[in-house]
């Protein structure tokens, strides 16, 4: 991936630490942490102060280019977004259907960050009754 015109179509000034920090994100495989992009800044004599990488990390969250996982006691780790699978919901009632990104990103990461335990497959089940037949099922109570 050329990092500089990746960052230059998304209008983010093109430093060499956002380069450096966006390519070893880029290259991890799994989500990493800020401590460790910085770790790995100094392993390939790279001069990127850790402020910078936090920076560059909430800058490239808030353009979103990157996932943040909240991996519970102040800790964090980040991943490059990618067109992840979709989970679909279907209303109980009408069986009107919406599409979701999935929702479990998050929890594979803290579960791995907890346990180590790496998921390679999730079923997600859930009931849910969309808007509108929650409030026509409300109205017809008040009757």
Sequence with gaps: MDYEAFLKERKIKVTQGR???LE???NYSQAISADNIYEQCKEKGHNVDLSTVYRSLDLFER????EKFNLGDGKYNYKIK???HKHVIECSLCHKEVEIDCPMLPV???IKNKTGFVLIEHELKVKAVCQECMKHSKENKKK
Excluded: S
């Design 24 to 26: 070893i994100i880029d």
């Design 108 to 110: 594979e990461e803290l």
């Design 19 to 21: 380069v450096i920090i």
């Design 63 to 66: 353009k979103d280019i990157i």
């Design 82 to 84: 990618d067109h992840k």
